[in-house]
Every structure is written in structure tokens, then in C-alpha cells.
Nanobody
Framework: QVQLVESGGGLVQAGGSLRLSCAASGRTFSSYAMGWFRQAPGKERELVASISTRGTSTSYADSVKGRFTISRDNAKNTVYLQMSSLKPEDTAVYYC??????????WGQGTQVTVSS
């Protein structure tokens, strides 16, 4: 099983940028599609972006298309989420996960992103 540690969150003004990182342990990282989810207070956890095992295919929630970019470096066992043009509604705890048949397989501690207006 892949163990995951997210980092890179913080406080940023609207319109700013952040890059989240997710470091994975284990030798099977490159075998998994990966996803970034987020959960805002009082809301359900939602899928923000996903990426295929080799990084050749990505998908995004409509709310972040054109603003967020997911990428991965299998040599470093790391998946990234570059977030630009941030909005207050992007405020949430962000989690990465390995996707097994399209479903999340477990959660790390997450990283808080707060966007001020």
C-alpha cells in the first residue's frame, strides 16, 4: 500500500498561486493513478484532479479547469498540484490519494489551503 504525505499548503491572497506536493512511499507508486481531492468546511470531499500512471492523461473538476495543473514525477514518487488564480472558494484541506479502479484507496493528513479575498 502507498503511504502519502501532502505539503505545500498555506495562506494566499485571491489571485495567487500555490504548489502542493504529495510524497509517496513504496515501490508501487508508478502503478497507481493518482488524484487530488479537497474538502471545505461543511462540504463533502470532492475530486479536484487526477492523473494516469505515466502522467499522459489528466482530468479536472470544472471548477478548477484552466487554473490547476496536476503532474507527477515517478522517479521521485511525487505528485503535484499547481494552483493558480486562486479564489476564496478554493479554501479547503487538500488530500492526495492513489486511485484504485477510480476510487480513493486511503488518505494522508492533508494540507490546508486558505485563500483570502
Amino acid at each position: 500500500q502507498v503511504q502519502l504525505v501532502e505539503s505545500g499548503g498555506g495562506l494566499v491572497q485571491a489571485g495567487g498561486s500555490l504548489r502542493l506536493s504529495c510524497a509517496a512511499s513504496g515501490r508501487t507508486f508508478s502503478s497507481y493513478a493518482m488524484g487530488w481531492f479537497r474538502q471545505a468546511p461543511g462540504k463533502e470531499r470532492e475530486l479536484v484532479a487526477s492523473i494516469s500512471t505515466r502522467g499522459t492523461s489528466t482530468s479536472y473538476a470544472d471548477s478548477v479547469k484552466g487554473r490547476f495543473t496536476i503532474s507527477r514525477d515517478n522517479a521521485k514518487n511525487t505528485v503535484y498540484l499547481q494552483m493558480s488564480s486562486l479564489k476564496p472558494e478554493d479554501t479547503a484541506v487538500y488530500y492526495c490519494t492513489a486511485l484504485v479502479f477510480g476510487s480513493p484507496s486511503g488518505w494522508g493528513q492533508g494540507t490546508q489551503v486558505t485563500v483570502s479575498s
